[in-house]
């Protein structure tokens, strides 16, 4: 009772104000000290108090200005301080990148490509294997970037691209642009001064299955994955998509074959993210699921404008993990990437949501080199944009994608807990939350959960204190019982490492408006 007590007392004085003891990276503080002690004798004034004076290295003894560091501040005597500043970082302000057409690349912007950019998380060295309908190798952003380029269309393999017949000359040259605005999202040269800027910079392996007649066989769909995965790819996009009709019973939606590859792929480690696709709109198709995003081998991706608002054409059902840009509405509104001839220019679709995701893999592959399709899967869970506040939605999945939330979650440093959004079953009058441990190493033990429920303002209830442990980069489900919310009603969970010190291990989750 006494600890309930305790959290209590808490919650009223900081749930309102949404004050949290976030992790933080300061290492240490900049002091002054008080007025009083500002003596020619302050370093005996100083340790009359108890303190370690060479814990303190001068900034400006003048101005009484010292700095100190963190586990020295913690346990010095704060009465003779009279501020403490955090000691923060900074940083020259030149234009992140200074290719050309930044200033279109909305999509880049939205999704915080900066934060990535501005502390080199880029996926240098990661493999991406991009199965669509070619690239262009010659384009000046990508042309570093690309490493290779197969033409696997019409029954073509990797041994033929590798060794071609006597007299022949077979390329992964792009017909319709559509792999190269693909590639250029993924990977297009940064800083070069010309043009725009991919997300990742990894290395780009093509593969092109589309005909001239502008499309393309399963067969060979098939093919490309297994090239992909003998040249060892640790992620592949697929901004393509099919839907069945089966020669087997009416109910089957899906091809055998085309799971058993998506299958070897998850086995070997390698992420698959594919378009959602965009039959939203197509009252006759709308229903049909599009596959490979469909399977849950598969990271599916929905698209959303330039306001974060889902498209009127994408694709939506419970395959949809996560969203991105695609762009919608007018040409201008769509996404800005590389194209044919050595030109850029817009193009909407689930096509180009795809690959933001895919680049994103490739900048958490390179913290976490041991990332696989699960674990991917949670930090995307915990590190996205939820904008309907609502948790997991078949528009948006778990939200929009946000690569500063990923890198921070993915961050080996990283020693919070994360929730996801609270769920109200007002049938069963219970409320859940799922809390991850995003440690690769140790487990979070006794993490205090708790629950405060409030109407118009004023708090109404104060769940038992819940103890769990959650082990390294694992996930576990909080239930609370016998919760009555209403149309007034909001929700606030919050994490503690230890009940007697009070000290938060993430921000709050909450649920307005929980009924």
Known sequence: M????????????????????????????????????QTQNTKISLMSKGNNFNSLQPISKDWGMYYISKEEYESFDKSIIEYADPDLDIYLLDDVVNDEYYNLQWNMQMINAEYAWNFNYLGSGIKVGVIDSGTSPTHPDLIN?????????????????????????????????????????????????????????????????ITSSGKGKVSDFISAMEAALELKCDIINMSIGFTVDSPQETDVDELQSVNEALAKLNDAGIIVVA??????????????PNYPAYSDKV??????????????????????????????????KGVYSTSLNNRYGYDSGTSFASPHVAAAAAIIKGIIPNLNHDNFEKIIKYASDDVTKKGYSEYYGWGVLNIKKMIDLANPKSTAVYMSTPVYDKTANELSIDIFNPSQIS?????????????????????????????????????????????????????????????PVCEPAVLSNAE
């Open 299 to 332: 990271i599916g991706v929905g698209a959303v404008d330039m306001y974060k608002k889902i498209t009127y054409y994408s694709t939506h059902n419970d395959k949809v993990d996560i969203s991105a840009p695609g762009g919608g509405g007018t040409l201008s």
């Open 275 to 288: 378009a959602s696709g965009n039959n939203a709109s197509d009252e006759k198709d709308k229903n049909k």
């Open 145 to 209: 970037s690309i490493k290779a380029a197969y033409d696997m269309s019409d029954g073509k393999t990797l041994e033929d691209n590798l060794n071609p017949p006597d007299g022949t000359t077979i390329s992964g040259q792009d017909k319709f642009g559509h792999g190269t605005k693909v590639s250029g999202i993924i990977a297009a040269q940064m800083n070069n001064e010309i043009g725009v800027a991919g997300l990742s910079q990894a290395e780009l392996y093509s593969f092109n299955i």
């Open 2 to 37: 006494k600890k309930k007590f305790i959290v209590f007392l808490f919650l009223l004085a900081t749930m309102f104000s949404g004050v949290y003891a976030a992790e933080s990276s300061v290492d240490g503080y900049i002091i002054k000290i008080k007025d009083d002690y």
């Open 443 to 503: 487990a979070k033990e006794n993490i205090c959960v708790i629950l405060a429920v409030y109407s118009n303002n004023t708090l109404q209830y104060v769940s038992d204190i819940q103890y769990k442990t959650i082990a390294p980069f694992s996930e576990k489900t909080v239930v609370f019982g016998d919760v009555s919310v209403n149309e007034n009603s909001s929700v606030k969970v919050m994490c503690f490492t230890d009940i007697a010190n009070i000290s």
